[in-house]
């Protein structure tokens, strides 16, 4: 049994592949006994301490980035070039909350208590995603994935004295428990029919050919409903507008990127791993056959997307309306799992970079809006244009991009997925997806047509809005990416191109 | 700049743009000298450009070619040729006169020169591009700025037709993109073996591999194209975007609308569609035809009952477009000359008339047809410019909207002769729509409300006057313009009819 087969760990590994997670490991005691010495009224040490360990480990796995992986703990965890490539995402992520939770009223205001912690905190997903994306075996998946959970059901119910935030840390909890609950069921089936924690065990053993395919797709199932809870896909969306919309502001931009991608990377590798045939990855050949696995992706796809758009055309809230607008980006990602081709992956990767960048810009406006009007309605936002013009132009970028028109970055993303699908003929999974794209036209405009073309009502307030100096530059810093990469996407497109096949030649 | 003349006509409107953003808004002088300034330089190098073009090739010229993206094939590939020249040429004319057009715009300068700018630039990019991945950003780069142009500056009802626009648009461009794709995975670049999004090997059929040479396949993208360029065109039954944005968007905006863009679906027609997919454009010519029929009957229809001058003038576009697509549509020389060639004329004309309306809604603050009577007396100069303008819309012999029309119905005749005679009645309903109004608005007793009403002024008449010389050159001797486009064009009915 492979199970009783666990290597001592090597210290020198750890040193050596791991040295941004322990970096982070680091920074969250740090950050955490700071914060006990200063008894929780100083914020600014644990804000700085987070900061700084994170750029640091941000910087390691930038020179990381291209280097010879390998295995840490005894095979539980690879790094790869995909988890290099993630590893690089999600500390961007955690620093980019950082830097902007800092200068939010909802975490920073006067009445709040224990603001420390979520820095602390922040910096905790951060590592856990991590592990996420190095899981190679069915313990450390699992692990991994309830290290994200628990921690992001203690961030959404961060404001303590607030019915919203608390219940939606509620549901997040229940939800996460029942869904993990399905997927350790699969999971425990796919180690039944094969023997085996490890992926690649697990992929030897359904290569024997002596599998039961009705099992294997029971198996497969559950699994993919534990994944699709933590991406948030059709049918297991159910609590994500309501924890966007209750949690924080920051922290509802932290979700909607960070654990998002790491359940992308979690189930990139897990199912290329098991279920793709082999390096060339031409997997309609291989193992898959069993199960239609394409046309399972296809439906699961098409069907969030076209649920996330149809339902955000009818919000009126802008977080809530980014919630459905998250569920349905992870539609059009999923496009990208279809055939499970290195095209189709490593355009999801591209659309993860990109979709960082816009989606944490358009949720950091609503934060620094927030901290002016204390609303997210777009009835209250009217005119809102011309009082931050700047803020509001790069708001227009993220927009344009979340939409998916050029010359914005997530056009180019978009046509990644849309060129890697039909080069399969996949045609009517890319005309829903091209529709929908239409559609979101209609409601990320929504927010456009508040702020600019609507003529606000008589007597109201059109004073100037000043936004600190940090939310400005780290608006700018999301925005340069934003507009950048939809016109030289190249360099980008490349890395993520490399990390996908530096995993797939690994195998 | 005489390297990249094209880069330069496209880019220096987005350098002028930067520099406006830079500028504070109080200084509003200064932001709409910048923005006629960056405006003007695309014009003198479209004078510099129809001085050195060469009229005999049939080749692309001024050509600039890059790798862009190396990864996916993409190419900084620009270049004209005879088709695209006399846009490239109309699109510089109008967006400088439309500049100055706007010096009355009294909201948000700021951002309105830097989005009209930035509009300049796309629209400049779009008849520049020989990469189809280039021309599509170009081609989506106009919307964001033309959303809100008119949603900020426009009239009433300006939320509704912007997002109606942008939607319609979209709509069509990803079915445009779709079949974009489509081309780019199923076309072989005969120098390096991989896909390509260069529209030179896209038109050359031998580079499509097996599955871009079966019919349905070829019919099915033609179609996604179509659509894409028809609903900017508009062709019925996709214009209803039209009069809404041209009645709501403001002055200069509906002169670069009608002006520029409903040519590039025409455009795009000519360029994409025909060389690439010529079984199917030969196949889809009739029902290009009758379609054009129809929009220059719908459009004459719909154009004689509307009240609001604005309105009436959108559609007059409807109807005139619907001669470039029946040109389009016959395959023959003078068809497809007078095609483009009404293209350009109706840019010129349709300004004159959307400048026109733009003047005596200034002063009277509405466009009802009924609502004035006998202005002639009041604006004798006004009157005589407007009426210009709309005998050169119905085709009056002399004016440059007659030789067009008379080319395209020679051409058309000897293919469909049905189609050409129903489509004459179009313009015999377009006489009678231009003259009903032109009585009810400058003729009969005089209306006492407007008797304070000055004349056109001397701005106003700037931007008119040049259009108006084109308008009586071009009537009387249109060679330099047919010059400029004669060989490519007769060509392209070679490649594509045999």
Known sequence: ?507 | MGEHILSWMTFFPVIGAAVIAFIPSERKEVIKTVAAAAAAVPLILAVKLFMEFDRATTSFQFVEHYTWIKSFNIEYFMGIDGLSVPMVLLTALLSFLCVIASWNIAKAEKGYFALFLILEAGMMGVFCALDFFLFYVFWEVMLLPMYFLIGIWGGPRREYAAIKFFLYTLAGSVLMLLAMIAFYLNTTDPVTGGHTFNMLHMFDQANHNSWLQLTNIRHLLWLGLFIGFAIKVPIFPFHTWLPDAHVEAPTAVSVILAGVLLKMGTYGILRISYPMLPDAAVWFAPALAILGAINILYGAYCAMAQTDMKKLVAYSSVSHMGYVLLGMAAFTEAGINGAVLQMFNHGTITAMMFLCVGVIYDRAHHREINGFGGLGLQMPIYTSVFSFALFAALGLPGLSGFVGEAMIFMGVFPVYRTVAIVSALGLIIGAAYVLWMLQRVFLGPKNDKYDDLPDISTRELVTLVPIGILVLLFGVYPMPVLNLMKASLNNLIKVVAG
């Open chain 1, 1 to 507: 049994m492979e199970l009783l087969h666990v290597n001592i760990p090597n210290w020198s590994d750890l040193a050596t592949h791991w040295r941004p997670e322990v970096m982070l490991v680091g920074t969250f005691l740090l950050a955490l006994l700071g914060d006990l010495v200063v008894r929780g009224r100083r914020p600014a040490v644990p804000f700085t301490v987070a900061l700084v360990g994170l750029t640091m480990a941000g910087i390691c796995a930038v020179r990381k980035l291209g280097v010879e992986g390998g295995t840490v703990m005894g095979d539980l965890v690879v790094v790869d070039g995909l988890a290099a490539f993630f590893r690089i995402l999600f500390i961007f992520t955690g620093l980019a909350t950082v830097l902007f939770a800092w200068t939010s009223e909802e975490i920073m205001g006067k009445k709040r208590e224990n603001k420390g912690e979520f820095f602390a905190l922040t910096v905790l997903l951060t590592l856990a995603a991590c592990v996420m994306a190095e899981a190679r075996d069915l313990l450390m998946l699992f692990l991994s994935m309830e290290a994200v959970g628990i921690v992001s059901y203690v961030m959404a119910g961060y404001m303590r004295g607030s019915l919203r935030s608390t219940e939606a840390s509620l549901k997040y909890v229940i939800f996460g428990a029942v869904s993990s609950a399905i997927m350790l069921y699969g999971l425990s089936l796919l180690y039944g029919m094969t023997g085996s924690m490890q992926f690649e065990g697990i992929r030897a053993g359904l290569q024997t050919g002596d599998v039961n395919a009705f099992g294997l797709l029971v198996a497969v199932v559950l699994v993919m409903a534990g994944m699709s809870y933590k991406i948030a896909a059709v049918p297991f969306h159910y609590w994500a507008p309501d924890v966007y919309e209750g949690a924080p502001t920051p922290v509802s931009a932290l979700f909607s990127v960070g654990p998002k991608a790491a359940g992308f990377a979690l189930m990139i590798r897990f199912f290329y791993t098991t279920l793709a045939a082999g390096p060339d990855a031409n997997a309609s050949a291989g193992l898959i056959a069993q199960i239609n696995w394409p046309l399972l992706m296809a439906v699961i796809s098409a069907a969030t997307m076209t649920y996330g758009n149809l339902v955000a055309l009818r919000q009126a809230n802008v977080k809530r309306m980014l919630a459905y607008s998250s569920i349905a980006h992870v539609g059009y990602l999923l496009m990208g799992f279809v055939l499970l081709t290195d095209a189709g992956l490593q355009a999801i990767l591209f659309y993860l970079l990109v979709y960082t960048f816009m989606n944490l810009g358009a949720f950091f406006f609503v934060v620094a809006v927030n901290n002016h009007l204390k609303s997210e309605h777009l009835d209250d936002w009217v005119g809102l244009g011309f009082r931050m013009p700047w803020a509001a132009s790069l708001m227009i970028i993220f927009l344009g991009s979340l939409t998916g028109i050029p010359p914005f970055a997530g056009f180019a993303a978009k046509l990644y997925l849309f060129t890697a699908v039909m080069d399969r003929q996949w045609f009517w999974l890319v005309i829903v997806a091209g529709l929908n794209s239409v559609i979101s036209l209609y409601y990320y405009f929504k927010v456009a047509k508040a702020m600019f073309l609507m003529s606000p009502p008589e007597g109201a307030d059109m004073s100037p809005l000043k936004l600190h100096w940090l939310q400005y530059t780290v608006l700018g810093v999301l925005a340069i990416p934003t507009l950048a990469l939809g016109l030289f996407f190249g360099r980008f497109k490349g890395l993520a191109d490399r990390a996908i096949e530096m995993m797939t030649t690994g195998l």
